[in-house]
């Protein structure tokens, strides 16, 4: 029955019912909602575990990755006995303990274009607590045909967004960002790092701004995007303009595509795409395996070097423009990073800046290695 709360319902959210001007009537508001949230990670799992212990009455958790020892910094709602689990079965599980009042839908799977719409039309609120855009773009899109609010978030570093979209007609994800940036030109956060706190903060904000959406007590952050830096405790509140946007989407679309994801999938190579000399992992392990002469450079960061490394050179990205003497210009030289990205960009920049013929990239990086030559090779 959700027309009215038990006693042990209660006693459990007395402290939140005591609130001025929140009371009984916001709780039962709570109990009443559902809630989707996309992506059990950093940001997921503290707005999994605080709109639980809420009394929020349904959330359906969707994912479709798996615990790895790495998530442990940050996803606190997983311990070792968890890696290898997917993390909605896993999440469902610690979170049944927290609160086994509320009701929890999981679907260990990613959110797809031909799902989405049927998934969301079910909840009243969605959470996004994914790192990818595609998927943002997807749910924003879903939301605004749907009619339905999502609360927004991305971290990288020490840096933290949020902000409320599609709530009451109010500004889309797409009126901040109409087009998606160049993929190659956003880092991630296994390449550039986040602090293990910074998705405690504003995943635990999500949940404030679905409370808030929920319960109608306080201001949600519709038309405003709140910015965080942990680092040195500033905080920004940017006043966001509604364009149009909603106005455009009428459908929704092959997403990877949008992002640029596809973009030279089964493509011939064109005159303007700089042209890069690649040696596969099989290629390296041959070289390796043969005694070949050839100078290996890992342009990754010591922390990521620690983690795992095939027996290169280590001269971290940034120091290469320092120490170009260092690399060979009289035999082949193989740079690599974690997945082909940096060191690629490394290349080029060495050709093009100090005319080298002779360099060549692990495509795929460290990441391939794991997955064509050595499985239990380490990663991260």
Not at 13 to 31: C, D, I
Not at 216 to 237: C, F, H, N, R, Y
Not at 250 to 256: F, G, V
Request: glycine share 8%; net charge negative.
């Amino acid at each position: 029955m959700h027309d009215t709360l038990t006693g042990e319902e209660l006693r459990r959210y007395s402290r939140q019912v005591a609130l001025k001007g929140f009371g009984v009537e916001k709780q039962l508001r709570l109990k009443r909602a559902s809630v989707l949230v996309v992506g059990a990670g950093g940001l997921g799992c503290p707005a999994l575990l605080y709109l639980v212990a809420a009394g929020v009455g349904r959330i359906g958790i969707i994912d479709s990755d798996v615990v790895d020892v790495s998530n442990l910094q940050r996803q606190v709602l997983y311990s070792v006995d968890d890696i290898g689990r997917n993390k909605a079965v896993a999440a469902a599980k610690r979170l049944t303990r927290l609160n086994p009042l509320t009701r929890l839908d999981v679907f260990p799977e990613r959110l797809t274009t031909e799902g989405a719409l049927a998934l969301i039309k079910d909840y009243d609120v969605v959470i996004d607590g994914t790192d990818n855009l595609p998927t943002r773009y997807l749910i924003n899109d879903a939301c605004v045909l749907l009619g339905k609010p999502f609360v927004y978030a991305s971290i990288l570093a020490f840096e933290g967004q949020v902000a409320v979209f599609n709530f009451q007609g109010g500004p889309t994800y797409r009126d901040l960002f109409p087009e998606p940036p160049p993929p190659d030109m956003l880092p991630n956060c296994a390449e550039a790092g986040v602090l293990g706190v910074l998705p405690g903060i504003i995943g635990t904000l999500q949940a404030s701004e679905v409370i808030k959406i929920v319960s109608g007590a306080g201001e949600p952050l519709s038309g405003k995007l709140l910015v965080i830096d942990v680092s040195t405790m500033e905080q920004s509140v940017i006043t966001l303009k509604d364009k149009g946007a909603r106005n455009r989407i009428n459908s929704l679309a092959d997403y990877d595509d949008f992002c640029g994801i596809n973009a030279g999938k089964n493509k011939s190579l064109t005159v303007n795409q700089p042209f890069m000399k690649e040696v596969t992992a099989q290629e390296l392990k041959e070289m390796m395996d043969q005694g070949a002469d050839f100078q290996l450079i890992d342009v990754r960061e010591p922390h990521e070097f620690d983690i795992c490394n095939l027996n290169g050179e280590l001269i971290p990205m940034s120091e290469i423009p320092d120490n170009v003497d260092k690399i060979s210009r009289d035999k082949k030289v193989v740079l690599h990073c974690r997945s082909g990205k940096r060191s690629g960009d490394m290349l080029l920049w060495l050709e093009k800046n100090h005319g080298f013929t002779n360099l060549y990239n692990l495509k795929g990086g460290v990441l391939a290695w794991a997955k064509e030559v050595d499985p239990e090779f380490p990663t991260y």
